[in-house]
């Protein structure tokens, strides 16, 4: 199985920047496609993106297509979730997942998902 560990969320004012990072540790990072996922307060954990094994595909949710951006380096086993152009609604707690995988697919539902990260805060003040 693969460990989880986000990092990178924070405090930071409406229109900035971060840069949110999912460390694994485990199995090869490359068997496992990954997503990001995030839940602000009385709300349902929701999609953000995913990206397949390689790097190659990528998805978005409506909501952050376009300001957010997600990547992986292999090599580090390492994933990043780029986040730009952050507004309020974009406050919640940020959890990346992952999911052994043959094939080159990306994943975009929670109940895809095995492994979980505890989560990273994630506020914008407006």
């Known amino acids: 199985q693969v460990q989880l560990v986000e990092s990178g969320g924070g405090l930071v004012q409406a229109g900035g920047s971060l840069r949110l990072s999912c460390a694994a540790s485990?199995?090869?990072?490359?068997?496992?496609?990954m997503g990001w996922f995030r839940q602000a307060p009385g709300k349902e954990r929701e999609f953000v993106a995913a990206?397949?094994?390689?790097?190659?595909?990528?998805y978005y949710a409506d909501s952050v297509k376009g300001r957010f951006t997600i990547s992986r380096d292999n090599a580090k086993n390492t994933m990043y979730l780029q986040m730009n152009s952050l507004n309020p609604e974009d406050t919640a707690v940020y959890y990346c997942?992952?999911?052994?995988?043959?094939?080159?697919?990306?994943?975009?539902?929670?109940?895809?998902?095995?492994?979980w990260g505890q989560g990273t805060q994630v506020t914008v003040s407006s």
């Open positions: 990206i397949n094994w390689s790097g190659g595909s990528t």
């Open positions: 485990g199995r090869t990072f490359s068997r496992y496609a």
């Open positions: 997942a992952a999911v052994e995988t043959r094939t080159s697919d990306y994943y975009f539902t929670r109940r895809q998902y095995d492994y």
